[in-house]
Antibody, heavy 121, light 110 residues
């Protein structure tokens, strides 16, 4: 069974940094692109970033230059380093696995349960 | 990248059918077959319901179907059941090598 477990969320002040992690199991991690999607309280889903099964990283304009996605295939872990955090970055951050080994930016299945990031003073 | 346009809410009675639209542009929905649909119940993670416009993952009821015409994709749910009440989101690959979601649609089963 595929499992994705996010961690690292919490309360951080504006301008601060936070690092999220996603521990994956139940599949060949290195073969699939992995993504982060966030959801602000009471709002819709917003794609944040994707790391391919190679060495390509993709970012939404809203986080480009502030967030860095990475993966450690030896530890089956996806990470998101978030710097210069703003109030509008407050959201539940979900980790998600690509649906196939061939598409990085298509469908996601499954998703983790999410970790809450709150940016506030 | 602007969000895809979905109706804020739709409703239907048990047994009826409802259709949720998802409108984009030729740079996303209209230009690719990479449209997906997700169901999200309150406090839960999204669940994939449709991928590549009209394909159903194993385990998803055949009451759920997807289609696309020009820049608009649609999710149809037939034989509405109480458990279908949830938020639904579409997503699409874009020509900017990004992914964009719709604003979400709240389905109410009357």
């Amino acid at each position: 069974e595929v499992q994705l477990l996010e961690s690292g969320g919490g309360l951080v002040q504006p301008g601060g940094s936070l690092r999220l992690s996603c521990a994956a199991s139940g599949f060949t991690f290195s073969s699939y692109a992995m993504s982060w999607v966030r959801q602000a309280p009471g709002k819709g889903l917003e794609w944040v970033s994707t790391f391919s099964n190679g060495d390509s990283a993709y970012y939404a304009d809203s986080v480009q230059g502030r967030f860095t996605i990475s993966r450690d295939n030896s530890k089956n872990t996806l990470s998101l380093q978030m710097n210069s955090l703003r109030a509008e970055d407050t959201a539940v951050y979900y980790c998600a696995k690509a649906g196939t080994q061939y598409d990085s930016l298509n469908w996601f299945d499954p998703w983790g349960q999410g970790t809450l990031v709150t940016v506030s003073s | 990248q602007s969000a895809l346009t979905q109706p804020a809410s739709v409703s239907g009675s048990p047994g009826q059918s409802v259709t949720i639209s998802c409108t984009g542009t030729s740079s996303d929905v209209g230009g690719y077959t990479y449209v997906s649909w997700y169901q999200q119940h309150p406090g839960k993670a999204p669940k994939l319901m449709i991928f590549d416009v009209s394909n159903r993952p194993s385990g998803v009821s055949n009451r759920f179907s997807g289609s696309k015409s020009d820049n608009t994709a649609s999710l149809t749910i037939s034989g509405l059941q109480a458990e279908d009440e949830a938020d639904y989101y579409c997503s699409s690959y874009t020509s900017s090598t990004t992914l964009v979601f719709g604003g979400g649609t709240k389905l109410t089963v009357l």
